[in-house]
């Protein structure tokens, strides 16, 4: 009889209240998860609308996904009458922790956030960044490959690329190209301007608007200098400057007109 009693009280005191404490953590994990799931669904829907990039509406949706699920979890540790306050902090201090220990690696995917939704430049675009000249191959959260003239795959951490300046090579479809030429002091002036501006002019890729433009910029210690200044289309830059280059020097020596060396005069006087 007496343990009969006991069992009652047993049941009653504790396997009736664990029993229902257990049911309703596992429900609440179990509809937790469902509605886990449904938002996640939705915030990638709205993600999707705001054309952010996919990769980044992966990565943010597996985090909210983990965010979620750890409520769920504490939600329902907290049925069973575990401490959550306790695992809260210690969860915290955690996080703390491992912020300062990964707080280059942090700092990388900040960067690698924001260059993804504010798109400075894009997979294909030839930029200067981080002290790197190259074509983008790949933006990944935490660093962005760039492939050099070369062919070299250069990897740069995005908080390097942020955090400085970022030029945009190709963002533009035309591009100015500035040359610098030299003649000689005795040479003559309209001569030169008018080869220089034939060889732009006789290039069916110098494009006629804007037009290029000779102008003498500099009276030199060696030579009297002259910039010419054509436009391409961007993907022309460097062909166009290179045959420039090669036909401007050709026309120079055809027609007579010096190209000088550096020089200086040393005047000696003699002891009397």
């Known amino acids: 009889m007496l343990l009969?009693?006991?069992?009652?009280?047993?049941?009653?005191?504790?396997?009736?209240?664990?029993?229902?404490?257990?049911g309703l953590a596992l429900a609440i994990v179990i509809v937790g998860r469902l509605i886990t799931k449904v938002l996640v669904k939705v915030l990638k829907r709205l993600l999707v609308n705001a054309?952010?990039?996919?990769?980044?509406?992966?990565?943010?949706?597996?985090?909210?996904?983990?965010?979620?699920?750890?409520?769920?979890?504490?939600a329902a540790l907290d049925m069973l009458g575990v401490n959550t306050t306790s695992l809260i902090a210690l969860l915290g201090a955690a996080g703390l922790a491992v912020g300062l220990a990964l707080q280059g690696s942090l700092q990388n995917f900040a960067s690698g956030v924001l260059l993804i939704i504010f798109?400075?430049?894009?997979?294909?675009?030839?930029?200067?960044?981080?002290?790197?000249?190259?074509?983008v191959e790949k933006i990944t959260i935490f660093n962005t490959i760039i492939l050099s003239a070369d062919n070299r795959?250069?990897?740069?951490?995005?908080?390097?690329?942020?955090?400085g300046t970022i030029t945009n090579i190709s963002a533009r479809d035309t591009r100015r190209i500035d040359m610098v030429f030299g003649i000689g002091y005795g040479d003559d002036i309209k001569k030169a301007k008018n080869i220089l501006m034939e060889a732009m002019t006789s290039d069916e890729r110098v494009l006629k608007d804007p037009a290029p433009k000779v102008a003498l910029s500099?009276?030199?210690?060696?030579?009297?200098n002259f910039v010419a200044r054509p436009?391409?289309?961007?993907d022309?830059?460097?062909?166009?400057?290179?045959?420039?280059?090669?036909?401007?020097?050709?026309d120079f020596d055809a027609q007579g007109v010096s190209i000088p060396f550096p020089q200086m005069d040393v005047h000696m006087d003699q002891a009397a």
């Open 51 to 74: 054309k952010i990039e996919a990769m980044l509406i992966e990565f943010i949706a597996s985090i909210a996904k983990a965010m979620l699920l750890l409520f769920v979890v504490i």
């Open 236 to 250: 022309d830059y460097w062909a166009v400057k290179w045959d420039l280059t090669e036909k401007i020097k050709q």
């Open 153 to 163: 795959e250069i990897i740069v951490p995005n908080g390097t690329i942020y955090g």
């Open 4 to 22: 009969g009693i006991d069992m009652e009280n047993i049941i009653a005191m504790y396997v009736v209240p664990w029993s229902i404490n257990i």
């Open 119 to 135: 798109r400075p430049f894009h997979v294909g675009d030839t930029i200067e960044a981080g002290g790197i000249i190259g074509k």
């Open 218 to 224: 500099e009276l030199a210690d060696s030579s009297v």
């Open 231 to 234: 436009w391409v289309k961007t």
